[in-house]
């Protein structure tokens, strides 16, 4: 796939969640759009990989109506992944169904990508 391909994607950044429970990890992909607004989100693995053998369905254009899937190990390379506790979890969970804000998802972005 060539540069301007990659581009038409709607996704403009994807993060891997990560949350240890009792000694067992808990995975979830977020997939954010910032020019939009939107959000998408899978959740529910407690393996790494079982979540990159995931096909993630995508559009290729903004306004096109097909869409296609692609395995989650190719956008890895790609991927913000943060290991959270389970109130930055929560807090994670909160800021994904509220109104879409920027700011705050770039102060969270930034808080905990450095640990």
């Not at 391909?5 to 969640?17: G, M």
């Not at 990560?18 to 992909?29: D, I, P, R």
């Not at 959740?43 to 290729?60: A, M, T, Y």
């Amino acid at each position: 796939m060539n540069r301007r391909q990659w581009e038409k994607l709607v996704p403009s950044i994807w993060i891997i969640a990560t949350k240890q429970t009792e000694g067992h990890a808990y995975y979830a992909l977020y997939a954010i759009d910032w020019k939009r607004g939107g959000r998408l989100s899978w959740e529910g693995w407690n393996q790494l990989e079982d979540l990159l053998q995931f096909h993630i369905p995508i559009k290729r254009k903004a306004g096109g109506r097909r869409s296609s899937s692609m395995p989650a190990a190719k956008i890895v390379k790609r991927v913000l992944h943060l290991h959270l506790n389970e109130a930055q979890f929560e807090e994670l969970e909160q800021l994904f169904y509220q109104p879409f804000s920027k700011k705050r998802w770039r102060m969270f972005i930034q808080t905990n990508e450095n640990q």
